[in-house]
């Protein structure tokens, strides 16, 4: 079974920081690519990062370079996205995705084949 954790959501003052965690169980990242996603309440689902298991690189959402920091560790199979001077903006569900084919597009969530449950973030204002 092919299963992805997301972890390490909570609420957190404005310019505050969180790390998020996926991990991997039934499969390994390897030669994928992995995406993190979000959706706030009454909005649609946006890209917010994406990065390659087999050259790292990296992809960010206009919104959040600069803040966010993507990043892979295979022999934990656990992808992190460090979040740094968080906006209420960023107040969303959180989820990681991993996409098996090739795409020229980095946050396609239709052509990403798995998603874990999400995490939520608040940002108190």
């Known amino acids: 079974e092919v299963q992805l954790q997301a972890s390490g959501g909570g609420v957190v003052q404005v310019g505050g920081s969180l790390r998020l965690s996926c991990a991997a169980s039934g499969f390994s990242f390897d030669d994928y690519h992995i995406g993190w996603f979000r959706q706030a309440p009454g909005k649609g689902r946006e890209g917010v990062s994406s990065i390659s298991s087999s050259d790292d690189s990296t992809f960010y959402a206009d919104s959040v370079k600069g803040r966010f920091t993507i990043s892979i560790d295979l022999a934990k199979d656990t992808v992190y996205l460090q979040m740094n001077n968080l906006r209420p903006e960023d107040t969303a569900v959180y989820y990681c995705?991993?996409?098996?084919?090739?795409?020229?597009?980095?946050?396609?969530?239709?052509?990403?084949?798995?998603w874990g449950q999400g995490t939520l973030v608040t940002v108190s204002s």
């Open positions: 995705a991993v996409r098996v084919y090739h795409s020229d597009y980095p946050f396609l969530a239709y052509e990403y084949e798995y």
